[in-house]
């Protein structure tokens, strides 16, 4: 009889001892929960600037071999929109291009997304703004080839029908002496040369930059690409943290890239594909201005 009556007591102990850290874990769980909402809080406006506070980049450039003609000449880049808006209908976007005054726009591939947010429309509005400021020219990149070939047609279609010119492996006289190249995406890993007179200043429109060593092959003198997304998350001390077909601390990312005799100018882009968000990594409009 003693003995289960200390057994009893014993368990009643335990379940005594039990429901205070019951409680206790309780609280710790709330606290975790109120930490998190505040995290939440805090960061997504962060997030959320960070993907649509657009900056222009403005470059002066020149080169011995440009035309005299192209003294204040004004190029604006637009690269890897993904589909992207900022404003009713990209107001935002237009009005900033409109205040580069450019006399020609490029427009160096991903225009749309290839992958679960495709949505063409939105893009062939914003061509059909774009082409009322000045000639647009236009090439294709990686996610252009990620749709299906009806809506590639369909793209491209709109995109003619818009006034956007599409170079498809194909060169067009800026000035003479002055050329613009326009290399499509797939064409990037085969000999473009030929497209390429070694006597003029050529400007290579091109959208993936990590195929820089090909471009100063083949004696392209300045070219226009993106891809890299400005290697969507750029983090102190550490730098870029990723890009396609780079990897882990990608070299080509940003700003102007000499190798030999060309420079490349590497857009970090205005949208966003497999990373919703980016860190310390605007969405960019890039203008280049030439003086002799």
Do not use: W
């Not at 003995?3 to 009893?8: E, I, L, P, Q, S």
């Not at 809080?41 to 403005?58: C, K, Q, R, S, W």
């Not at 990149?141 to 006034?163: C, F, I, Q, S, V």
């Not at 290399?183 to 990037?188: A, K, P, Q, V």
Request: aromatic share 10%; net charge negative; charged share 20%.
């Amino acid at each position: 009889m003693t003995k289960n009556n200390d057994a009893t007591n014993v368990h009643n102990q335990d379940q005594s001892a039990q429901t205070p850290t019951k409680k206790v874990n309780g609280k710790n769980l709330l606290i975790k929960y109120i930490v998190l909402l505040v995290v939440i809080a805090v960061v997504t406006p962060f997030l959320v600037y960070g993907n649509n506070h657009i900056v222009i980049t403005e470059y002066s450039y020149t080169n011995s071999k440009m035309p005299s003609e192209m003294d204040g000449y004004c190029i604006v880049q637009i690269s890897d929109l993904h589909n992207a808006k900022f404003g009713k209908d990209n107001s935002k976007l237009v009005e900033m291009i409109k205040s580069c005054n450019p006399n020609i726009i490029v427009l160096t591939g991903d225009f749309v997304d290839g992958g679960t947010h495709t949505n063409i429309q939105i893009s062939l509005d914003f061509a059909n703004q774009i082409t009322q400021i000045c000639p647009v020219y236009y090439v294709t990149g990686n996610h252009e080839y990620y749709l299906t070939e009806e809506k590639r047609t369909k793209l491209l279609d709109g995109l003619k029908a818009a006034g956007v010119i599409v170079l498809d492996d194909e060169a067009v006289e800026l000035f003479s002496g002055a050329n613009l190249v326009g290399i499509d995406d797939e064409s990037l890993y085969h000999d473009f040369s030929s497209l390429i007179d070694t006597d003029d200043f050529n400007i290579v429109l091109a959208h993936e930059p990590q195929r820089i060593k090909n471009y100063s092959q083949y004696n392209a003198d300045l070219v226009f690409s993106g891809h890299a997304h400005g290697g969507q998350f750029i983090l102190p001390l550490f730098g870029p943290v990723y890009a396609p077909d780079q990897g882990l601390r990608p070299q080509y990312t940003s700003g102007i890239i000499t190798y030999e005799d060309t420079d490349m100018i590497v857009s970090r882009g205005i949208g966003n594909s497999a990373f919703p968000f980016r860190i310390n990594n605007y969405p960019e409009i890039v203008c280049v201005k030439f003086y002799n």
